[in-house]
Nanobody, 123 residues
Framework: QVQLVESGGGSVQAGGSLRLSCVAS????????MSWFRQAPGKGREGVAI???????SYADSVKGRFTISEDNAKNTLYLQMNSLRPEDTAMYYC?????????????????WGQGTQVTVSP
């Protein structure tokens, strides 16, 4: 089992940047596919970015070229660098992990979730 704690959310103006962090504890970090999801008010949870156990990254079309997922295995920490933020990026952002499923969809297949960190982008 792995425990996840996110941080780094906040309020920024459009065009600004934020970096989210997710610290994992409890199990071997490198055994897990790590991902970022987000959920805006009144909308479903959507995949933003994933990074596989081999370090391969994938992104939702809506964030390609603006967001970068990365990790520091020595610190058991996952990051999401978000640049050129838009009001439509406003959402609660969640870190998720699973030792089997690794995809931007079917979020219910992820067994481990953080508590979320709020990102608000004003026009």
């Amino acid at each position: 089992q792995v425990q996840l704690v996110e941080s780094g959310g906040g309020s920024v103006q459009a065009g600004g940047s934020l970096r989210l962090s997710c610290v994992a504890s409890g199990d071997t970090y490198t055994n897990y596919c790590m991902s970022w999801f987000r959920q805006a008010p009144g909308k479903g949870r959507e995949g933003v970015a994933i990074i596989t156990t081999r370090g391969r990254a994938s992104y939702a079309d809506s964030v390609k070229g603006r967001f970068t997922i990365s990790e520091d295995n020595a610190k058991n920490t996952l990051y999401l660098q978000m640049n050129s933020l838009r009001p439509e990026d406003t959402a609660m952002y969640y870190c998720a992990a699973d030792d089997w499923w690794c995809g931007l969809d079917q979020y219910t297949r992820y067994n481990f979730w953080g508590q979320g960190t709020q990102v608000t982008v004003s026009p």
